[in-house]
């Protein structure tokens, strides 16, 4: 039976920061609906009891920051594969924190060490409204083997302005033609 609690309660979030890999979803009016897989290995943070945010890297769309700009509405889904059945969502708002500003490197200095990823754009930010829990009993095992490396790798073998080139060619509009504010990620990145 699904549990509605209005904040990320502890046992929650020590369940969630063992997880390998959690969904986000957004939507935006006329927009299709976007689903999202995520790492959580150096990625996702749970900052309070009603706040998470995770380092999003460089890749082939760039719905998230596109409907965050329109809309706002963000779940993040995290399904527990390797030990006991669980799905937990966290409903809220979500922004987009872009990279070359001053409250990105605030963020990553507070929360991440001072690490940046190769190839990360932004950190999205989810203002966490309420949680739910519920069984997960359709849920199946699987069994982590390790983490993929080609979108590290490929990010590694970029400089900068080849980053930047990148996010001018896919990424500054979404799917359906909303706009990302990734040309301000680009700028920076040349420099």
Avoid at 16 to 27: H, N
Avoid at 136 to 143: A, C, D, L, N, T
Avoid at 152 to 162: G, L, T
Wanted: charged share 25%; with cysteine.
């Amino acid at each position: 039976m699904a549990k509605f609690f209005k904040t990320i309660t502890d046992t929650l979030r020590r369940i969630v920061e063992r997880q390998r890999i959690f969904f986000v979803a957004t939507a935006a009016e006329g927009a299709r609906v976007n689903v999202s897989p995520r790492p959580t290995a150096d990625t996702l943070r749970i900052t309070g009891p009603n706040e998470a945010m995770y380092l999003d890297m460089t890749g082939s769309g760039a719905e998230t920051a596109a409907h965050l700009r329109a809309d706002g509405r963000m779940t993040m889904m995290f399904c527990s594969f390797e030990e006991q059945p669980m799905i937990i969502r966290f409903f809220g708002t979500g922004r987009s924190v872009l990279k070359g500003t001053e409250e990105f490197d605030t963020l990553l200095n507070n929360y991440f060490d001072g690490k940046d990823l190769p190839g990360s754009r932004q950190i999205v930010v989810l203002t966490v409204e309420e949680t739910q829990s519920s069984c997960g009993y359709g849920v199946p095992f699987f069994e982590y083997t390790g983490e993929r490396s080609t979108l590290r790798d490929w990010s590694e073998r970029k400089s900068d302005a080849e980053i930047a080139e990148y996010l001018e060619q896919k990424n500054l509009v979404s799917q359906d033609g909303l706009p990302t504010g990734f040309e301000a990620v680009a700028d920076s990145l040349k420099g």
